[in-house]
Each structure stands twice: as structure tokens, then as C-alpha cells.
């Protein structure tokens, strides 16, 4: 069931607030969490983006994603789809675009006119559909799919629809006409494109639906290449370039690396930026010198493991080692140990005073005033 403690986790940085929760919009490129999900007292799940996202974006992005529930219709209303209806509304998108399909009007009733789109094609360079961005109040910015869609009816039309699990890599078109090239994957549209022309000798590519989709893309068309991964300078960032990185490593690429960020390069800063900068070429070069190699973190299994059954009676025969005491036959020298009382009755002092003696007490047949020493001559 999708509730707002569902929906806001699935969307990342969720915390409560209030009756509800805040987490990250999906409608717009959110780094400060602006959306407010709660849940209403007759079990509609009620959004509200704080940056100023409209109703209809938001909930067209969720639903985008999966996240918002079918049982009544996209704008939140009470009143219930009439049956039959949501067969009506099931489109699917159709890859690759038929070649008699009508071109798209990217124009949107709730956004306006799009600042930036791009074209996502197949390797055999056939459309497969768009990201769209749209400029927001306050220098926002939301994106938007939009694909051809079918629905049961027959009837075809430009919608904005996610395009389907596996996603398409952005950029695929390019892999086919420069097959010996390495690749270098960027977070967003725009920044793999201007990596690829800071890298000439590079094809740039990335993927659709943000930072929180790379385990839903197809990253097969990258095996057997070296792939450069350049990551935002950001945490969300730096988490979605380890799973590309990882995601490379399992779809059997020929190397990956990973770009570190200058450090100070400002939050958010991507190849896109490197651009606008006019970023040196001796800077870039350094960038990709420094860039480390990605490999998989060993698997459990190849760690030593603890064979409970050389555990013989004889490992217990004789005496025991003597013990040796930090705070005479109370604390035991290197042995965790948990001191334990009721709040407020001076456990966190009487440690710190144990961790002074220790570290800067002469311990070892002192001659000055046990009186002064909290635990006196019994410490070790």
C-alpha cells in the first residue's frame, strides 16, 4: 500500500514533520527536501511542494515513478475512477517510436515552454523518446519524459511517460559510431553532453529519471569498453557514481574509474559547470590522471570465517590466562566493559576522570597524593 511514509522514503532524505513527512520532490532537481506527503484522515495521500512545483507536475512525476496510488485520479480529488476508466488510462509507451508517429509538442499546460530537451535514441539511432526540462520559480528546474504511448483502445499519443524498466542509456546512438572510444557516464543529460566535449576522444553518455533510478537502467550496451565516471560534487552525487560504477563492474566493462571532484569545486558541480568555467585543459587532464579505479568490494565469503568445530575441549584445558585489571577487580585491562547507572549520577564524569589518570598520570609507582586521583593507586 502506498502511504506517505512509503512515498516520501522512496523519494530519498524523507524525515517526519508534523503529521507527515518531508522528503525530496520529484518534480524538480530538489537538494533541500521541499515536498510535504501526509496522510489524510479518509486515506487519500495528500503532496504539497514548498518551491513551488504545481499539483499536476508533482503528482504526474510520482506517477511517473510509480508512486502515487491508482485508486483515485491524478489531481487528488475524492471522487473515484469510474470503473473501466483505468484501462483507459493504462498508456505504455511504444519503443522505438513508429517513423509515422506526429512530432511532439513539448509545450506543457502546467510548465510552459521547455528551456532544454533531449533525444533518447537506440544504437541503430531510431527515437525512443525525450527529457524535457522546464524551467521553475527561483531558479527552479523540473524535467519531464515524454514518450509515445499506446493505450488498450488503439489509440496513440505523445504523454509524459517514464520510459520502462530496463531504462535506455542516453547517448546509445553514439556508442555504435564510435565503437573503439572509452566512455565517460555522466549524472543528467546535459552534463554528458558537455563532458563529451571537454573529452573529444570520449563518447558521453548517462540515464534517464535521476540519481535514484541507476539500478533500474540497462548498462549492458557498456560491456567490454573503459568507462570514466564523473560524478556531481555532492553526497547524493557521489552515491549515484559508486552505483554506476558498480553497475559498469557487473555488466562486464573492460575498466571504470571514478573522477574526484576538485576540492573546492562548489555542491553540485559537474562537467556541465567544468564548461561554463572554461575549465583548463590542464585541470581536466589532472581530473582524469587523479581518477581512481573502481573495484568491487570483496565478497563476504572470501573473509576468513570462524570454523566453530576446531573449537576442541583441549583450546579450554589447563589454567586460564591471569587477568589483568585496568581499575583493580572492577574493569578488566582490554576488555570491553559497560558501566551502567540511573541518568544523572556521574558516569560520563568518573570516565573522562579515568581517561585522565590513564593518559596522563604516572601509574606506575607515582608519589603523588593518591587523594588527588579518583581511583587512587588502583589503576594500572
Avoid at 507527515?20 to 504539497?48: F, I, Q, Y
Avoid at 513551488?52 to 508533482?58: I, K, L
Avoid at 546512438?173 to 564510435?178: D, G, H, I, P, Q
Avoid at 573522562?352 to 586521583?373: F, I, N, P
Wanted: aromatic share 6%; glycine share 8%.
Amino acid at each position: 500500500m502506498l502511504d506517505a511514509k512509503t512515498i516520501a522514503q522512496a523519494l530519498g532524505r524523507a524525515s517526519r514533520s508534523g503529521a507527515g513527512w518531508k522528503c525530496l520532490c520529484p518534480a524538480h532537481d530538489d537538494r533541500n527536501p521541499s515536498l510535504s506527503v501526509t496522510d489524510s484522515e479518509d486515506g487519500r495521500v495528500l503532496v504539497r511542494c514548498h518551491a513551488g512545483c504545481s499539483q499536476e507536475s508533482v503528482i504526474a512525476a510520482l506517477t511517473d515513478r510509480g508512486l502515487w496510488p491508482q485508486r483515485y485520479p491524478v489531481g487528488g480529488s475524492k471522487q473515484l475512477k469510474t470503473p473501466g476508466s483505468s484501462k483507459l488510462d493504462a498508456w505504455t509507451p511504444v519503443l522505438p517510436v513508429p517513423a509515422d508517429a506526429p512530432k511532439p509538442d513539448f509545450n506543457c499546460s502546467t510548465l510552459g515552454t521547455p528551456s532544454l530537451k533531449w533525444e533518447y535514441r537506440n544504437q541503430k539511432g531510431e527515437t525512443l523518446g525525450f527529457v524535457v526540462r522546464y524551467e521553475q520559480p527561483n531558479n527552479g528546474k523540473t524535467f519531464r519524459p515524454l514518450t509515445f504511448c499506446k493505450r488498450p483502445d488503439g489509440k496513440c499519443e505523445w504523454r509524459q511517460r517514464g520510459f520502462p524498466k530496463p531504462y535506455p542509456l542516453y547517448g546509445l546512438e553514439r556508442l555504435s559510431s564510435r565503437e573503439d572510444s572509452p566512455i565517460v557516464v555522466a549524472e543528467g543529460e546535459k552534463a554528458a553532453d558537455c563532458a563529451q566535449e571537454l573529452l573529444f576522444h570520449m563518447v558521453g553518455v548517462s540515464w534517464p529519471h535521476g540519481a535514484k533510478s541507476v539500478n533500474d537502467v540497462d548498462w549492458a550496451p557498456l560491456a567490454g569498453r573503459e568507462v570514466l565516471v564523473w560524478p556531481d560534487a555532492d553526497d547524493e552525487g557521489q552515491r549515484a557514481a559508486q552505483q554506476v560504477c558498480r553497475q559498469c563492474v557487473e555488466a562486464g566493462v573492460k575498466s571504470v574509474r571514478l573522477i574526484r571532484p576538485p576540492k573546492d569545486a562548489p555542491k553540485g558541480w559537474d562537467a556541465a559547470d567544468a564548461l561554463a568555467e572554461d575549465y583548463s585543459p590542464a585541470g581536466i587532464s589532472e581530473l582524469i590522471e587523479q581518477a581512481e579505479e573502481y573495484r568491487l568490494p570483496s565478497p563476504l565469503s572470501d573473509k576468513p570465517r570462524i570454523e566453530l568445530t576446531a573449537w576442541r575441549a583441549d583450546r579450554f584445558a589447563g589454567q586460564p590466562p591471569e587477568r589483568r585489571w585496568l581499575v583493580d577487580r572492577i574493569l578488566p585491562l582490554a576488555t570491553p566493559c559497560m558501566v551502567a547507572a540511573i541518568g544523572g549520577t556521574g558516569k560520563s564524569m568518573i570516565m573522562l576522570k579515568l581517561a585522565l589518570e590513564v593518559a596522563t598520570g604516572d601509574l606506575g609507582g607515582s608519589e603523588q597524593d593518591d587523594s588527588e586521583r579518583m581511583f587512587g593507586s588502583t589503576v594500572t
